[in-house]
């Protein structure tokens, strides 16, 4: 079955093949070491940058490559086809990326978008805390003026990015007002930034290549002109508007994931002989395989629809909740299905498969949850 998505182009073909190419070389064969260190090597984003494959929708003016969302999202499709589940691509180029250009003041653009073009600086964005996860209302890190620096204190936990990053979005309150209004969002260069400190490797059950971290602030100075855009008392606004193409992102990855695990599935079909058939001569397992691949071609279609309609500028938040509740959703339960055809293999982390099915679990959960996802959808109902 032979299906293009409506976005692609010649230009985009040839985005895919670089970054397929550079993947299949420089991740593959790492992702056992990767798993085993709970990060990917640092270079590994200086060579990406090399590529152009950082910031890659960013405007050239700033260095990155001056592409669309369209360029990201085949960066981060060809990422699940590879099974590379460590790098945490789109955390860098697709969300902190797009706060500084869209939010970012002219010479904080100039000064931090560059960076994280080359692989130079890796970005990271400080959301979740302790006590705080969807409910960014309810974040508790505070920064107080202190001449021409703010003073921030408290502690973030979750974060990608967190043993790499050179460049940190933190998501603190800076008023004493309540809910969002008092939220800013502030940027700290972490290199040797007394008051920084990086907590212990999260060991997870998926993803284990994943650089993740808990991360605190102890009298952190960091400059007052460091406030994003540079007004404070924006920030609930700036992450609620970001918000859709993050979870964009997510639902791109899986439904990738989702054709994926069926790819694997039916060349494992093919091959494995049982009962002196192969298991595909069995009707259950087509069947299984044949509702499969519907559905990850339901869920590539409807992730197509949003990704066109977030080109147009007109994907709105709802409709972003809804493709990250579903394909993810999907990816859960297609992923289980084909790792059941590979039976006992199918449990080993040696098979990409096995890695598949314990990563696709946190997609769930990031982003917000899809049981936040579904209360956004019901708010328009």
């Excluded at 869920?299 to 938040?317: P, Y």
């Excluded at 394909?327 to 498969?353: H, N, S």
Aim: aromatic share 8%; with cysteine.
């Amino acid at each position: 079955m032979s299906y293009r998505s409506p976005w692609m182009n010649e230009e985009l073909d040839q985005v895919r093949d670089t970054a397929r190419r550079f993947l299949e070389t420089e991740s593959a064969p790492h992702h056992a070491r990767w798993a085993k260190q709970h990060m990917i090597d640092r270079t590994f984003w200086n060579a990406a940058g090399d590529l152009g494959l950082l910031c890659i929708s960013c405007p050239t003016e700033y260095g990155g490559g001056g592409g669309t969302f369209a360029h990201e999202a085949v960066v981060m499709e060809e990422q699940a086809r590879v099974g590379d589940d460590a790098w945490n691509y789109s955390v860098h180029s697709t969300i902190v990326a797009h706060y500084f250009a869209a939010y970012g003041a002219e010479e904080q653009k100039r000064r931090w978008l560059p960076k994280l073009a080359s692989g130079e600086f890796v970005g990271a964005i400080a959301m979740t805390e302790p006590g705080t996860g969807s409910d960014l209302q309810g974040v508790r890190t505070h920064a107080r003026r202190d001449g021409d620096a703010l003073v921030v204190n408290g502690a973030k936990t979750f974060i990608s990015n967190g043993t790499h990053c050179d460049l940190l979005i933190i998501v603190a309150r800076t008023t004493d007002a309540p809910g969002g209004r008092g939220l800013s969002l502030l940027v700290a260069e972490t290199r040797d930034l007394p008051g920084f400190s990086r907590g212990r490797e999260l060991e997870k059950i998926g993803a284990k290549g994943g650089d993740l971290r808990e991360l605190f602030f102890e009298d952190m100075r960091i400059p007052a002109e460091n406030v994003l855009g540079g007004e404070e008392g924006k920030g609930f606004v700036q992450l609620m508007k970001q918000l859709p193409q993050e979870r964009l992102c997510i639902a791109v990855t899986a439904a990738a994931a989702c054709e994926r695990a069926v790819e694997l599935a039916v060349q494992y079909a093919k091959e494995r002989v049982a009962f002196g058939q192969n298991l595909l001569s069995f009707q259950n397992t087509r069947f299984v395989l044949a509702e499969c691949r519907t559905e990850a071609y339901a869920i590539r279609t409807f992730v197509d629809h949003c990704i066109g309609l977030h080109l147009e500028g007109k994907l709105d938040a709802a409709t972003a909740s809804m493709a990250k509740y579903l394909a993810t959703e999907k990816q859960g339960q297609i992923v289980d299905r084909c790792l059941q055809v590979f039976g006992g293999y199918g449990y080993m982390e040696e098979y990409p498969i096995a890695r598949m099915y314990t990563a696709a679990r946190v997609a769930r959960i990031y982003g917000g949850s899809n049981e936040i996802m579904k209360e956004l959808i019901a708010r328009t109902l």
